[in-house]
Structures are given as C-alpha cells and as structure tokens.
C-alpha cells in the first residue's frame, strides 16, 4: 500500500521542539554502518543493541573474512534483541494493530509483522529513516500492512483504541516519558499490551554517572532513571506485568562490538563501564494497558 498525498502532507512536518528538530537532524543524517551493514545481511534494519551468547566461532579463522562473521553475529545477537521483544507483545492475530514508536528504518515492525501477520505502523520523526522503512516494505511485498509514518511520537494522529499492542526499542530516551506513555495508553485498546526494552540509569547508584552523560552527549539524548519509567506508566493507565533485567544478556554484545574494528564507534567501553559499574541498566518491562 502506498502512502497517500493527503497522508504525506499531514506527516511532512510533525510539530516538534527545537530539541526534537536536532535529533531529526541527527537521524537525516547517520549513515552508520552499525547499523546499515548488518542490515544488509537480510533487510532487517534495527537501531538497537543485542543480546545473547556470543558465538565465539566470529572470531577464529576461517572462510570469509572475520569482519564479516562478526557483523553476522552482531546481526544475530540484535535479530534477538527484537524477537525477544516481539515475543511479549501478547496473543495477537492478523487483523490487529500494533505501533512502533521510534520505529527507526523499521526492523521491528517486520519481525512483529513476520511473527504475528498483523498490521503495522511505525513512526519515526526522520523523513529520510520513514521513506527508507517504506521502501523496504515495499520491496518485501508487506507494504500492504506494515506502513511507516513521518511523525512525532508524543502526537502521532493516529487512531484512538485502534491498537492491539505498541512499543519502543530503545527510543524512550529522546522524549518525555509522561507525554509519551499518555500516547501509548491514548493508541492502546483496553487490555492492550506495550512493552519496552531501554537502557536507564540505576537509581540506587544514584545520579546518573559519567559513563551516562557520555552515551546521552554521544546519541543527543536524556536518558532516564529507572523508577520514572515506573511513576510515569502509573499515571497513564500502564500496569507492568513482567519486568526482566537484560544487562547481563547485553554485555557478551559489547564485548564483541568492541572487536569489530569496522562498526566500532567509540562509545563501547563508555556502555560496557557502565553496564559493569552497575549505574545503568538495560530493561524490558512489559505492560498491560487498564
């Protein structure tokens, strides 16, 4: 399915912050092959970390080069990441709905359409990332029902109680919680299910560490304490159901990112140090909408 033009007018100019224009400006503009070459392996393009046991094989000698298994691997371990999450999002059918919030060049929305057969619709405030998640599901045949959009994920215009289930991966740290966890309850139906997987910093460490205001000044973000997460889905109607710690399912990712001279960014032993000095978490925390 094609984006309409009445569509494409209303999504051209999400109305965003001077703040939220300069992370738009930051993802118009990445091209990092973190990201674009481990989504070359099988279309599937995510912009967010992985989790598992690494396959230490990535790293001996053997056919193709090792950059290249390593990339695979990095591929599979984020290829997890995601299913993981998809996994959590309830019993849905063909004919729900579900939103992905800061769906990035769109990954997600495939896995859980690939997974579920339900309709998708993502929402990215970068034009560039939106046109290119488009694209790909038109390439894969699934433009039909997987449809990304080019909007603001505190005020997306989309349908109230339309949806079945609703995620971020990795995205709540560019907005405010309360606004955004007031859109999700407003997009869920009763009984509808959202879950997250974020990084945030441990409260009982205290203020957030250095290695934090590092990653935040690295990706233009705030990120935020756990217990907020918890305040803020309280006040809008999103009851946790399961909450798992997955940063020691995270760490093996970063060790092996370390390694990969090719995709390194520089900001691998800034998460590693912190995921090890224990002042930031990675979180899945999974919801019900009452």
Same mark, same amino acid.
Request: hydrophobic share 35%.
């Given at each position: 399915?094609?984006?309409?033009?009445?569509?494409?007018?209303?999504?051209?100019?999400?109305?965003?912050?001077?703040?939220?224009?300069?992370?738009? +400006?930051?993802?118009?503009?990445?091209?990092?092959?973190?990201? &674009? !070459?481990?989504?070359?392996?099988?279309?599937?393009? /995510?912009? /967010?970390? =992985?989790?598992?046991?690494?396959? #230490?094989?990535?790293?001996?000698?053997?056919?193709?080069?090792?950059?290249?298994?390593?990339?695979?691997?990095?591929?599979?371990?984020?290829?997890?990441?995601?299913? &993981?999450?998809?996994?959590?999002?309830?019993?849905?059918?063909?004919?729900? #709905?579900?939103? +992905?919030?800061? %769906?990035?060049?769109? @990954?997600?929305?495939?896995?859980?359409? &690939?997974?579920?057969? %339900?309709?998708?619709? =993502?929402?990215?405030?970068? #034009?560039?990332?939106?046109?290119?998640?488009?694209?790909?599901? #038109?390439?894969?045949?699934?433009?039909?029902?997987?449809?990304?959009?080019?909007?603001? $994920?505190?005020?997306?215009?989309?349908?109230? @109680?339309?949806?079945?289930?609703?995620w971020n991966n990795e995205s709540t740290m560019y907005?405010?919680? !309360?606004?955004?966890?007031?859109? /999700?309850?407003? &997009?869920?139906?009763? @009984?509808?299910?959202?879950?997250?997987?974020? =990084?945030?910093?441990?409260?009982?460490?205290?203020?957030?560490?250095?290695?934090?205001?590092?990653?935040?000044?690295?990706?233009? %973000?705030?990120?935020?304490?756990?217990?907020?997460?918890?305040?803020? $889905?309280?006040?809008?109607?999103?009851?946790?159901?399961?909450?798992?710690?997955?940063?020691?399912?995270t760490i093996p990712y970063w060790e092996l990112r370390?390694?990969?001279?090719?995709?390194?960014? =520089?900001?691998?032993?800034?998460?590693?140090?912190?995921?090890?000095?224990?002042?930031f978490q990675y979180l899945l925390i999974v919801a +019900?909408?009452?």
């Open positions: 399915m094609t984006i309409t033009n009445a569509e494409t007018t209303a999504a051209s100019v999400p109305s965003q912050s001077t703040y939220q224009t300069r992370v738009a +400006d930051y993802w118009n503009a990445e091209e990092n092959p973190v990201n &674009l !070459e481990l989504g070359k392996i099988d279309d599937l393009y /995510h912009h /967010h970390y =992985g989790i598992g046991a690494v396959d #230490r094989s990535a790293l001996d000698e053997g056919p193709g080069s090792g950059a290249d298994r390593i990339t695979a691997e990095l591929h599979r371990l984020e290829q997890a990441q995601a299913e &993981l999450l998809a996994s959590r999002l309830g019993d849905l059918s063909p004919t729900d #709905r579900v939103f +992905d919030a800061g %769906c990035g060049r769109g @990954g997600g929305s495939v896995v859980a359409h &690939l997974r579920y057969g %339900c309709h998708a619709d =993502g929402v990215t405030i970068s #034009r560039k990332q939106a046109d290119f998640a488009n694209e790909q599901a #038109r390439k894969r045949g699934i433009d039909d029902k997987v449809r990304y959009h080019h909007r603001n $994920m505190l005020d997306t215009g989309l349908e109230t @109680g339309a949806y079945a289930a609703s907005v405010e919680l !309360e606004l955004l966890f007031a859109e /999700h309850a407003r &997009l869920l139906r009763r @009984g509808g299910r959202y879950v997250t997987i974020t =990084g945030c910093y441990n409260d009982a460490y205290g203020r957030a560490s250095r290695e934090v205001s590092l990653i935040n000044a690295h990706y233009i %973000c705030d990120i935020h304490p756990r217990s907020e997460y918890f305040r803020a $889905m309280a006040r809008n109607r999103l009851v946790p159901v399961h909450v798992e710690d997955l940063t020691a399912d370390q390694q990969a001279g090719h995709l390194v960014t =520089g900001i691998e032993e800034t998460f590693l140090n912190a995921y090890r000095n224990g002042s +019900d909408r009452v």
